[in-house]
């Protein structure tokens, strides 16, 4: 049974820090990219950031190409999305996704979905 679990979201003041993580179960880890997605209410899901089987990164939001930095852990399965800098528009729902090898920002392209953890930037 596939699972991906994201843990770490929470409250956060503009400027803050907060640190996700993605643990994942019942497909081969290392032999797929990971992604986080975002949605905010009213908004369509977007890719945020995605990292490759061979741990390159590719980021999908302009806004938080100097802010947000994902890594892996191929022997705990869990990938994690470091943000600093946080500012109210990062609000939303946080999701991690698996897709065989290749990163993608398209949605539609990711095979296996965690439940998602929100995040709330506000003072």
């Known amino acids: 049974q596939v699972q991906l679990v994201e843990s770490g979201g929470g409250l956060v003041q503009p400027g803050g820090s907060l640190k996700l993580s993605c643990e994942t179960s019942?497909?081969?880890?290392?032999?797929?990219?990971i992604g986080w997605f975002r949605q905010a209410p009213g908004k369509e899901r977007e890719g945020v950031i995605c990292?490759?089987?061979?741990?390159?990164?590719?980021h999908y939001l302009n806004s938080a190409k100097d802010r947000f930095t994902i890594t892996r852990d191929n022997a705990a399965n869990t990938a994690y999305l470091q943000m600093s800098a946080m500012q109210p528009e990062d609000t939303g729902v946080y999701y991690c996704?698996?897709?065989?090898?290749?990163?993608?920002?398209?949605?539609?392209?990711?095979?296996?979905w965690g439940q998602g953890t929100q995040v709330t930037v506000s003072s």
């Open positions: 990292i490759t089987n061979t741990g390159r990164s590719a």
């Open positions: 996704a698996a897709r065989t090898l290749l990163c993608s920002g398209d949605p539609k392209d990711l095979e296996y």
């Open positions: 019942g497909f081969t880890f290392p032999y797929y990219s």
